[in-house]
């Protein structure tokens, strides 16, 4: 049996945002330029015509969405739309340019989906901060990643999360 060695540092977070967070003090967002990172954008506001899968929303989502992310120099790996959230898989170079991401593109979208403008608010939209997590190449990317949005594109399709069975992974 071999013996791993043990860090002297404790192992660096790879989450934020979300409801992770919430009440605690502000820490600085986890980024790897050389990872992927998976971003979920919530809102449960997002229902009937500020749904996001919505006909007069979805196209406009995707069109700011590659917009926003060619503006600031983020790369869309992977976009899913489920209607009241949207996961993203991208990769960065910078942390700056993250930062402006996730600064600019949720706030075009709620002006976008609500028709809200400055000076004339709708409410609080989103739930809470984006979350992202950086995400390791190789099994956890297959685990997670790839299984994760398909089952939420088949969520957004339709399908109820407890009816999506492992059924891909039985033999025969």
Request: glycine letters at 8%; charged letters at 30%; hydrophobic letters at 40%.
């Amino acid at each position: 049996m071999k013996s791993k060695q043990l860090s002297f540092f404790a192992p660096a977070e790879l989450r934020h945002g979300g409801e992770i967070r919430k009440g605690k003090r502000k820490i600085a967002r986890p980024i790897d330029t050389k990872r992927p990172m998976h971003i979920v954008l919530r809102a449960q506001r997002a229902r009937g015509r500020w749904s996001f899968l919505h006909k007069n929303n979805k196209g406009i989502i995707a069109l700011l969405l590659v917009d926003v992310a060619e503006r600031f120099g983020v790369k869309i790996l992977r976009y899913e739309n489920v209607g009241n959230h949207i996961h993203l898989l991208t990769s960065v170079k910078k942390r700056k340019a993250l930062q402006n991401f996730l600064r600019v593109f949720p706030q075009k979208v709620m002006f976008a989906v609500t028709g809200a403008k400055k000076g004339a608010p709708q409410g609080k939209f989103w739930d809470a901060l984006v979350f992202t997590r950086v995400i390791h190449w190789g099994k956890e990317y297959h685990r997670y990643i790839k299984d994760y949005f398909w089952k939420n594109r088949m969520e957004a399709l339709g399908f109820k999360r407890d009816e999506l069975k492992e059924w891909w992974l039985v033999p025969g």
